[in-house]
């Protein structure tokens, strides 16, 4: 490849994943050392340090007293199904759908549970037309699309009057954005999202109206063990108190009092917002100067603060198949990499070709800005190397070989 001159500052923190995502500022192993291994997870120690987790959650996301939350098995994605086997089927279902884990829990609505729901499903970039969502069935839908970059703006949307239920998958959403907590009824995230977590748990909330409903309504199918939310008909107070279907880690559950208790100490919930839109604002504006890369998202209300997800639209990129248009943003990322720059930028695998830099609330915005002239080195190098492999360069490369 060709010699564009290097930008002289580098990311301090070169962690871009979407998941698991960076640690908080300042972490260490070291952190760590009051978790309560050696015990069983039924001890009184134990109990105590899930209580912990979970009342610091409950403390920063703001939730209603009546709302429940309890840790899960199988992370975000358990979460969201054990909600799908134990709660759908009692009325009409709608699914919206515009990134890949929308279209998985469309997969396990349609050829899992066989419920036959509405599908409201958009290509990447775009969000469905939600005025057209009939709350009088249950809703399932993502509050954030990870894989995506295309987020729901607000809830105004979803009436206060609604009948049917609304499931929100908010893993990239939750300690990031602002929920509007009465409009929704069931919740999940984990914790190696916006927090920077260990993988494995999920966290589950619920509204009444989503109590009523377990209490209520028995599904035709059989529910997994590690689904069973309800014994005897009545909601299984254990698991939303210090108690857990099944044995979780508790060094992962003291990672997240680490992280809980750090995002308390900045200020909460409207810090961790307000960290997280600084980078999104330092991405916009490089974004409008730049003219080979956009947002795939294609509304600006609806790109996400946290996994920001980017196009190549340089016309020599946007005419290729999309087996080489992978093969140049792989190109493009692989030299983040080994420049130490940043690791796991790629765009997900199911998802158009591209960038995704996670912006969340444990970045330093500051690393964000470093990683940006990087980009456009990164870009302008491949582009150059494909140039000379067939003859030919857009004039966006031209003039970054002039700068």
Not at 57 to 62: H, K, M
Not at 64 to 71: F, L, T, V
Not at 216 to 239: H, M, Q, S, V
Not at 242 to 259: F, G, H, K, Q
Request: hydrophobic share 40%; aromatic share 8%.
């Amino acid at each position: 490849m060709s010699s564009h001159a290097k930008p002289s500052i580098r990311p301090t923190v070169p962690y871009f994943s979407s998941g698991p995502t960076k640690k908080r500022p300042g972490w260490s192993p070291t952190s760590l050392d009051d978790a309560c291994i050696n015990r069983s997870h039924r001890s009184e120690p134990a109990k105590q340090k899930i209580n912990d987790a979970m009342a610091l959650a409950r403390d920063i996301l703001g939730l209603p007293d009546a709302y429940r939350i309890g840790i899960v098995p199988g992370s975000d994605t358990g979460a969201v199904e054990m909600t799908m086997w134990s709660m759908l089927g009692a009325r009409g279902v709608e699914v919206l759908a515009w990134e890949s884990f929308g279209w998985d829990w469309l997969n396990d609505a349609v050829n899992q549970l066989e419920i036959d729901p509405i599908t409201r499903v958009v290509p990447y970039g775009k969000l469905p037309d939600l005025s057209a969502v009939d709350f009088g069935n249950d809703v399932l839908f993502t509050w954030n699309g990870t894989t995506s970059g295309v987020k729901v703006p607000d809830g105004g949307w979803i009436p206060d009057d609604r009948t049917g239920l609304t499931i929100t998958d908010a893993t990239s959403a939750c300690f990031a954005m602002e929920l509007p907590w009465e409009k929704l009824d069931v919740v999940t995230f984990s914790f190696q999202k916006a927090l920077g977590g260990e993988g494995g748990h999920g966290v589950l909330i619920l509204s009444p109206r989503a109590v009523e409903r377990l209490e209520t309504y028995a599904p035709k199918w059989p529910i997994p063990k590690l689904f069973r939310l309800t014994a005897k008909g009545k909601l299984n107070d254990g698991i939303f108190g210090s108690a857990t279907i099944n044995t979780p880690s508790m060094l992962a559950v003291e990672d997240a009092i680490d992280a809980l208790n750090w995002a308390k100490s900045i200020g909460g919930l409207p810090e961790l917002i307000a960290r997280s839109e600084a980078s999104l604002e330092v991405v916009k504006a490089w974004v409008e100067i730049t003219p080979f890369f956009s947002f795939l998202a294609e509304e600006p209300a609806t790109v996400s603060n946290t996994s920001i997800t980017l196009s190549i639209t340089d016309p020599w990129f946007v005419g290729l198949h999309d087996t080489e248009k992978a093969m140049i943003a792989s190109k493009v990322t692989k030299l983040l990499a080994n420049e130490g720059i940043a690791f796991d930028a790629a765009s997900y695998r199911d998802a158009p070709p591209g960038i995704r830099i996670w912006a969340g609330p444990t970045v330093e915005t500051s690393d964000i800005a470093a990683l940006l002239p990087w980009l456009d080195w990164a870009y302008a190098e491949v582009a150059q190397w494909r140039a000379e492999q067939h003859g030919c360069i857009s004039s966006n490369v031209a003039k970054l070989n002039q700068e």
